[in-house]
């Protein structure tokens, strides 16, 4: 096996979406939850970090009303996004989705159904200032009965020193946790991938500086930010004791090695 520090952009994206992504699970949940508590169904998304704003893409596909925007600071994945994902969109559906290289804190003149910030990626504030700050922005940024839905992970394994290898049908991914400061939750995750076609692994191909938030942390800086309900959803297992990928309200769970839940505000 050989190893590169280099991998190519093209590579790089399409690898972190076939390993970390599942819009149409994502979307399909979002839709539900949406309609289940505000008895319609969700017009507007709006994809905080959206890196290649793949999921922004696939939700203008599900109907005609759909519009979306997926805000992203970095041109890289964004290029890459239009090049692979827009660019397979019908020449209607290009009309109701929008790329915009911006800040999420920033003001914008549109306001969403549902706003998304999936894959963790919120953890960049490690200030809880800053993370209170962007929450109101959430706030501000939806419709009168708007939902904030985010992703977190957690689990005793998430806080060890450790690499751990997912085998993909045409290469493996690497969740690499390289350091984690107990005392500041400050963190240092790497993803690797190596490919089974030519041997070649791809060291650090993604670095996240984060710090690790917790569900009542995040749950309580919501409600802090305006939002007048937020839930927890709990992921089941199948029968082997891993993730069915069914997700449930719960506010009461067992710890286990690893998990991953949604977290819901609700305007």
């Known amino acids: 096996m050989s190893v590169s520090s280099t991998i190519p952009v093209e590579l790089k994206h399409k690898l972190y979406e076939e390993s970390v992504q599942n819009h ?13 508590f505000r008895k319609r169904k969700p017009r507007t998304l709006r994809e905080d970090f959206g890196g290649t704003a793949a999921m922004a893409c696939d939700w203008v596909k599900i109907h ?26 019908t020449d209607e559906q290009r ?6 290289e911006g ?22 504030f490690k200030k809880r200032a800053d993370l209170l700050e962007y929450f109101k922005k959430a706030y501000e940024s939806l419709n009168e009965d708007g939902i904030f ?4 992970f957690g689990g005793t394994d998430c806080y060890e020193e450790q690499v751990e290898e997912t085998e993909h049908d045409d290469h493996s991914y690497f969740w690499d946790c390289d350091k984690f400061n107990p005392l500041t939750s400050e963190c240092l995750y790497y993803i690797h991938f190596k490919t089974h076609h030519d041997g070649k692994k791809y060291e650090k ?12 942390e995040i749950r309580e800086l919501m409600e802090e930010a305006g939002f007048s309900k937020v839930y ?9 004791g891993d993730g069915d990928g069914e997700f449930f309200l719960s506010d009461n769970e067992e710890n286990c090695e690893s998990w991953v839940i949604y977290i819901a505000g609700l305007k």
């Open 95 to 100: 009309t109701r989705m929008k790329y915009i």
């Open 205 to 216: 191909a993604f670095t996240y500086d984060w710090r690790h938030w917790t569900p009542m």
């Open 149 to 152: 839905m985010v992703d977190i």
């Open 24 to 36: 149409e699970a994502d979307l399909e949940f979002m839709e539900e939850q949406f309609e289940r």
């Open 64 to 89: 005609p009303e759909n519009k979306a925007w997926g805000i992203d600071l970095d041109p890289e994945p964004m290029k890459y996004g239009m090049e692979n994902h827009y660019a397979r969109l």
């Open 103 to 124: 800040n999420v804190l920033h003001n914008y003149d549109f306001k969403a159904d549902i706003i998304a910030a999936f894959n963790f990626s919120y953890f960049i």
């Open 232 to 240: 927890t959803y709990w992921e089941g297992e199948d029968e082997d």
